[in-house]
């Protein structure tokens, strides 16, 4: 069974302290892994795509790690600003062999304080 | 990237009604998603919609319930049929452009 879990499911950080979010994910056909911050009462908002092995994608405080079992968001040194909800996406082959669809996991959510 | 403008942001209806949520897209796309999100819940895959063709719904969701729409490559409309308290949550469409963009949500609250 195609499988995104992500951890921890919630995580409180003082500002400036550093941590990561893990996505670690079983499916077939993986077409990129993506990453997304959603704030309460609106939409995922877009951060990264990773396709390969090896890969890394940064973004101001954000740099997104990619292995073949799991991707890793790491947070340096956090503001207030950065308390969201981060969730992980796999793009995959459906299982009845159509289109590529989107697996989402659950998402950390991240409370930092000042 | 596209755009999306999802109406309505929120709703209060009455259990046995019908809501029609709707996405406007500022640019033609081929595919496009319908969410759902429950409190403290990932995102739930409700169905594919491509122009021109049914939509292909996950196990779970049928099209008698959340009936779709998709009349061109910018628009795209999701009923919630016979609402129950338990269709309470958060419903997003979503388009894949490179990657996936959402609109703002509906906040949907069934009474």
């Known amino acids: 069974e195609d499988q995104v879990t992500q951890s921890p499911e919630a995580l409180r950080l003082q500002e400036g302290e550093s941590s990561s979010l893990n996505c670690s994910y079983t499916?077939?056909?993986?077409?990129?892994l993506f990453w997304y911050r959603q704030d309460p009462g609106k939409g995922p908002e877009f951060l990264f795509t990773l396709y390969s092995a090896g890969e890394e994608k940064e973004k101001e405080r954000l740099k997104a790690t990619l292995t073949k079992k799991e991707s890793f968001l790491h947070i340096t040194a956090p503001k207030p600003e950065d308390s969201a909800t981060y969730l992980c996406?796999?793009?995959?082959?459906?299982?009845?062999?159509?289109?590529?669809?989107?697996?989402f996991g659950r998402g950390t959510s991240l409370i930092v304080h000042p | 990237s596209a755009v999306i403008s999802q109406k309505p942001s929120r709703d209060i209806c009455q259990r046995g009604t019908s809501l029609t949520i709707q996405c406007q897209v500022d640019s033609q796309v081929t595919m496009m998603f319908w969410y759902r999100q429950q409190p403290g819940q990932s995102l739930t895959l409700i169905a594919t919609a491509n122009q021109g063709s049914e939509a292909t719904y996950e196990s779970g969701f049928v099209i008698d319930k959340f009936p779709i729409s998709r009349p061109n490559l910018t628009f795209s409309t999701l009923t919630v049929s016979n609402m129950s308290p338990e269709d309470s949550s958060i419903y997003l469409c979503s388009l894949w452009d490179g990657f996936y963009t959402f609109g703002s949500g509906t906040r949907l609250t069934v009474v």
């Open positions: 996406a796999v793009r995959h082959s459906h299982a009845s062999g159509g289109s590529y669809i989107p697996t």
């Open positions: 499916v077939s056909g993986l077409r990129g």
